[in-house]
């Protein structure tokens, strides 16, 4: 349903559209007018071409200068961070760390590999297509080897760890992006790792998967896949923005606001709710699907779980882990 410019705002400030979320957008059209205009006026009577070439230019000038919005970014750096590959990111270095133990994710995916080598490049899988138990245990047993451990007390109900793979939602996890990723297959009821993975797992270790299974979670893993929430809401694009600006400052609480100023548009793509406001939902999905179940997965930082203390609520604050800053050096 199209919001009118005096209907309520949809982020639950109270306001009317047109003088909250709306603003951002309408202001920024309302300046480039005038701002030609002004020109135009100035310069005389003007051919076609000449508009063109000052229309251009002022374009070029508003997306080439800081926009408070985007915490100082250019519109042009941000729509390089929101649309550009993987392997075109300006702003930003991302390298592969020496030292990969620390990420839940590469050491699962480690240890789907080692499997298979014991086994000439393939081993049994479930009769439901998982991961065999005994590879779910020996997945579990690394628990403690985490930074996530700290706040692990129910290993029942950790992401972490589980009987069969079903009810361990980071191996998984795991598993899901190593298909994608064209490392590891199933057929005829067992898994194969390629022959390619497999030479390059021998000569290079697990540091060669680093960067491929990165671009897979962040450009063709479904972040929505292991949740009940509502699949419009697509975060994926914003996951370099985010990045930043938590290891700017460590709170979770501030860039979520950060996030919600800079993409107003995100609070109309949630559905309606009789229970949260679009932003209370903007909320738990950024937390839950890029905090917990990437940032964490990862082993790019820890988060305590604990919400509320003497009955106030404790900011969200993220650790922020070696792991990150050795992956991602940002140049903004």
């Known amino acids: 349903m199209k919001i009118g410019r005096n209907d309520h705002c949809p982020c639950g400030s109270g306001?009317?559209?047109?003088?909250?979320?709306?603003?951002?957008?309408?202001?920024?059209?309302?300046?480039?007018c005038d701002d030609i205009a002004q020109t135009v006026a100035m310069s005389g009577n003007l051919s076609i071409e000449e508009l063109n070439l000052v229309v251009q230019h002022k374009m070029q000038e508003?997306?080439?200068?800081?926009?408070?919005?985007?915490?100082?970014?250019?519109?042009?750096?941000?729509?390089?961070w929101l649309y550009a590959p993987f392997s075109e990111l300006a702003g930003v270095e991302i390298n592969t760390p020496d030292d990969l133990s620390s990420s839940p994710v590469m050491l699962y995916l480690s240890l789907i590999l080692d499997e298979a080598i014991m086994q000439q490049g393939s081993f049994k899988a479930?009769?439901?297509?998982?991961?065999?138990?005994?590879l779910v245990k020996k997945a579990s047993k690394k628990l403690p080897e985490f930074a996530v451990a700290q706040?692990?007390?129910?290993?029942?109900m950790s992401d972490f760890s589980g009987?069969?793979?079903?009810?361990?939602?980071?191996?998984?996890?795991?598993?899901?992006?190593?298909?994608?990723?064209?490392?590891?297959?199933?057929?005829s009821g067992r898994f194969y790792v390629k022959k390619a993975a497999l030479k390059q797992y021998q000569s290079h270790g697990i540091r060669a998967f680093f960067l491929p299974m990165l671009e897979t979670a962040v450009t063709k893993y479904n972040w929505g896949y292991l949740d009940g929430w509502d699949d419009n809401v697509d975060l994926r694009t914003l996951w370099l923005f985010m990045f930043w600006r938590l290891q700017s400052h460590s709170s979770i609480?501030?860039?979520?606001?950060?996030?919600?100023?800079?993409?107003?548009?995100?609070?109309?793509?949630v559905p309606h709710s009789e229970y949260f406001s679009p932003q209370d939902q903007i909320v738990m999905l950024i937390e839950l699907r890029f905090v917990v179940r990437f940032l964490q997965?990862?082993?790019?930082?820890?988060?305590?779980?604990?919400?509320?203390?003497?009955?106030?609520?404790?900011?969200r604050e993220a650790n922020i882990q070696p792991l990150l800053t050795q992956s991602f050096t940002f140049s903004m």
Request: glycine residues 4%; aromatic residues 10%; proline residues 5%.
């Open 15 to 32: 306001k009317k559209y047109k003088q909250c979320c709306m603003d951002a957008t309408t202001k920024q059209y309302a300046e480039i």
């Open 62 to 80: 508003r997306n080439n200068r800081p926009h408070a919005d985007f915490c100082g970014l250019t519109p042009t750096q941000m729509a390089n």
């Open 126 to 134: 479930t009769v439901r297509g998982n991961l065999p138990t005994k």
């Open 151 to 156: 706040f692990e007390t129910e290993t029942s």
């Open 163 to 187: 009987s069969t793979e079903e009810k361990f939602t980071a191996l998984h996890y795991t598993r899901v992006l190593a298909v994608l990723s064209g490392i590891l297959y199933l057929k």
């Open 253 to 269: 609480d501030k860039m979520i606001k950060e996030v919600s100023v800079a993409f107003p548009d995100l609070l109309q793509q």
């Open 297 to 315: 997965f990862w082993g790019f930082v820890t988060v305590n779980p604990r919400r509320i203390f003497n009955r106030e609520r404790i900011p």
